[in-house]
T-cell receptor, first 116, second 118 residues
Framework: DSGVTQTPKHLITATGQRVTLRCSPR?????VYWYQQSLDQGLQFLIQ???????AKGNILERFSAQQFPDLHSELNLSSLELGDSALYFC???????????????FGPGTRLLVL | AQKITQTQPGMFVQEKEAVTLDCTYD???????LFWYKQPSSGEMIFLIY??????QNATEGRYSLNFQKARKSANLVISASQLGDSAMYFC???????????????FGSGTQLTVLP
């Protein structure tokens, strides 16, 4: 158990809908990262938050957005869903935003999204 | 830019034997770190081992060791005494540090599916 929690574990929805994925980082971690894992794209970095502020953006679609709240939990919002958005979405956390190269990101169990 | 290449989509190993999972990387960053993660069929990503580009010795963590060859830009994972529970997908990843000092995000390879045979 990494200490990172994600809800829900599974999500089935229809095209055009909007969903919210939730992540609670490990105790003491200030930085949250979101990743998408799909069969065709592999594991891709989406976005990073540190202590409530956006720190870095990766291959995140404009239909997707995220935020980190004062209690440090984070939410990833996916809107106007398409079939291709079906994937495993991971949240990871670390103490600081990559200040040290050796700093490990600890991953949550993921949310498996299926868009029908 | 950073790139990680894992050329073995699948590997088989007999229980109790050692296995090497290949990882090569490409980066122009002056310093970088290399990570290996394990993803069992349940889906979670489990951190295994880390190697820094300036580390003098190869990293080891229990049955995991990293065969780091900087000149060849390779960071192969060696699992000794394989166990059935080692069957999983294994990902190599890297994070570089720019000359400006800022760190990049993790870049992952495509993974290697390891199957341990009884």
């Amino acid at each position: 158990d990494s200490g990172v929690t994600q809800t829900p574990k599974h999500l089935i929805t229809a095209t055009g809908q909007r969903v919210t994925l939730r992540c609670s980082p490990r105790s003491g971690d200030l930085s949250v990262y979101w990743y998408q894992q799909s069969l065709d794209q592999g594991l891709q970095f989406l976005i990073q938050y540190y202590n409530g502020e956006e720190r870095a953006k990766g291959n995140i679609l404009e239909r997707f957005s995220a935020q980190q709240f004062p209690d440090l939990h984070s939410e990833l919002n996916l809107s106007s869903l398409e079939l291709g958005d079906s994937a495993l979405y991971f949240c990871a956390s670390s103490v600081t935003p990559g200040g040290g190269l050796e700093e490990t990101q600890y991953f949550g169990p993921g949310t498996r999204l299926l868009v029908l | 830019a950073q790139k990680i290449t894992q050329t073995q989509p699948g590997m088989f190993v007999q229980e109790k034997e050692a296995v090497t999972l290949d990882c090569t990387y490409d980066t122009s960053d002056p310093s970088y770190g290399l990570f290996w993660y394990k993803q069992p069929s349940s889906g979670e990503m489990i951190f295994l081992i880390y190697q820094g580009s300036y580390d003098q010795q190869n990293a080891t963590e229990g049955r995991y060791s990293l065969n780091f060859q900087k000149a060849r830009k390779s960071a192969n994972l060696v699992i000794s005494a394989s166990q059935l529970g080692d069957s999983a997908m294994y990902f190599c990843a890297m994070r570089g540090r720019l000359s400006s000092g800022s760190a990049r995000q993790l870049t992952f390879g495509s993974g290697t599916q390891l199957t341990v045979l009884p």
